[in-house]
């Protein structure tokens, strides 16, 4: 049986308005599957958060917090993101900042739907 798989997916954040600019201008990002033990804790984490309170952000902050490693292990390439000086901004930046609790928020998100099972496993 052939089953197409790919360990990496690209995705363009829409944090801040990120996929409306020119392409020139975006944030990219390449993301490495999550890894099953990291997923179903990660989905579990975001269920939790979304029954307590309907997931605000009182409620997804210890989601952010216990899985925020998970951005610099599976963004394997992050593009378009500078400090104000032109420095380009680090994986290891976005977790330690709450400027960009949103966006890492996004990357974890988006990590938990890439790497779920698709197609007709789902169904049975």
Same mark, same amino acid.
């Given at each position: /049986?052939?089953? #197409?798989? +790919?360990?990496? *997916?690209?995705?363009?954040?829409?944090?801040?308005?990120?996929?409306?600019?020119?392409? @020139? !201008?975006?944030?990219?990002? !390449?993301?490495?599957?999550? &890894? /099953?033990? +990291? $997923?179903? %804790?990660?989905? !579990?984490?975001?269920? @939790?958060?979304? +029954?307590?309170? %309907?997931?605000?952000? &009182?409620?997804?902050?210890?989601?952010?917090?216990?899985?925020?490693?998970?951005?610099? =292990?599976?963004? *394997? @390439?992050?593009? %378009? $993101?500078?400090?104000?000086?032109? @420095?380009?901004?680090?994986? !290891?930046?976005? *977790?330690?900042?709450?400027?960009?609790?949103?966006?890492?928020? =996004? $990357?974890?998100?988006?990590?938990?739907?890439? +790497?779920?099972?698709?197609? #007709?496993?789902?169904?049975?």
């Amino acid at each position: /049986m052939k089953i #197409e798989f +790919s360990n990496t *997916v690209s995705f363009v954040p829409t944090w801040n308005g990120n996929d409306k600019l020119p392409p @020139k !201008e975006q944030i990219k990002t !390449e993301l490495k599957v999550l &890894q /099953m033990g +990291s $997923l179903l %804790g990660l989905i !579990e984490a975001f269920q @939790k958060a979304q +029954s307590e309170d %309907g997931g605000s952000k &009182q409620s997804i902050r210890p989601v952010v917090e216990e899985f925020k490693h998970l951005i610099p =292990e599976h963004v *394997v @390439k992050l593009e %378009g $993101l500078y400090d104000g000086s032109g @420095k380009a901004l680090t994986t !290891e930046d976005i *977790v330690s900042y709450p400027t960009f609790l949103n966006l890492t928020l =996004e $990357l974890l998100m988006k990590l938990a739907e890439v +790497s779920s099972p698709i197609g #007709e496993d789902e169904k049975n």
